[in-house]
């Protein structure tokens, strides 16, 4: 597999800063508010979408929203990512090829206005695209077993470095059948931590078949479909899944996971012995 080039290129604000404060007893001290920066997705000279996040992982980020957003069908298609700190936030240029330039022409769901950091549908310019039907990730889906799941949900908090300094940032993971976190990306947006993810495991060509992911929100359906369109098989979250989440999971074949009291829930797909 041939993976695009990724360059940095200038000053990136720091992830979180600390800002005085006065407690309700008058005592006074540190807080740490995460950076939240405008993050411009700009394709072969053509914008296509500004999205809030978090200001790390942004090569990552353009990778994995790239191939969520569908204007790449696989990561070949992405020649090269120049990621620029400027004066405004950040601005990914990404070369992609001539045909997938052709996709940002035709594309019936293209944003057309900015992306706040918790909306992952702004700017759909028709409501029919949320019913598109969405690919089913396998026939014959791997079930994850509950002990895996509640051992990564236990650990994700040591995969949360950001969070633990700001109390205020969302994380995805990747974890193996057996419950071990390999990967986990965070912002401010969950959206964006996804697509973060996401684009790390593409570039390491990973197995979705191998393992599930896990978030550390609620389960909206942009994380049901930006899951599905690589493949994942399973997704866990720490709070319940929407309706239509749970809908576009099963039209996926994907399973669907939540938790009580810390224990697995299964909403759709059977756990493993």
């Not at 022409?105 to 310019?125: A, F, N, P, Q, Y």
Request: hydrophobic share 40%.
């Amino acid at each position: 597999m041939v993976t695009p080039e990724i360059n940095f290129f200038g000053e990136f604000p720091p992830a979180a800063r600390s800002v005085d404060i006065t407690r309700g007893g008058g005592e006074a001290g540190i807080w740490a508010t995460p950076a939240e920066v405008p993050t411009a997705f700009v394709y072969n000279g053509r914008n296509y979408a500004v999205m809030m996040a978090s200001p790390t992982d942004a090569g990552d980020f353009a990778i994995g929203f790239t191939l969520t957003e569908q204007i790449c069908k696989s990561i070949e298609d992405i020649k090269s990512v120049d990621v620029h700190a400027t004066n405004l936030g950040i601005e990914c240029r990404i070369k992609v090829a001539p045909e997938a330039e052709e996709r940002l022409d035709v594309l019936d769901r293209r944003r057309t206005i900015e992306g706040r950091s918790g909306c992952g549908v702004c700017g759909l310019e028709a409501a029919d695209s949320l019913y598109r039907r969405l690919p089913k990730v396998a026939q014959d889906r791997k079930s994850v077993s509950a002990a895996s799941v509640e051992r990564a949900y236990e650990a994700l908090k040591d995969h949360q470095p950001l969070n633990a300094q700001t109390r205020s940032v969302h994380a995805a993971a990747w974890a193996d059948a057996s419950g071990n976190i390999l990967a986990a990306r965070e912002d401010v947006g969950r959206h964006n931590a996804l697509d973060k993810l996401l684009g790390a495991l593409a570039l390491q060509n990973f197995d979705p078949s191998a393992g599930f992911v896990l978030m550390s929100s609620r389960c909206s359906y942009e994380l049901v479909q930006k899951s599905a369109i690589l493949g994942v098989q399973a997704l866990a979250a720490v709070s319940g899944p929407t309706g239509f989440a749970l809908d576009k999971a099963k039209e996926a074949n994907m399973a669907l996971i939540g938790f009580e009291n810390g224990r697995a829930v299964y909403l759709f797909g059977d756990r493993a012995p």
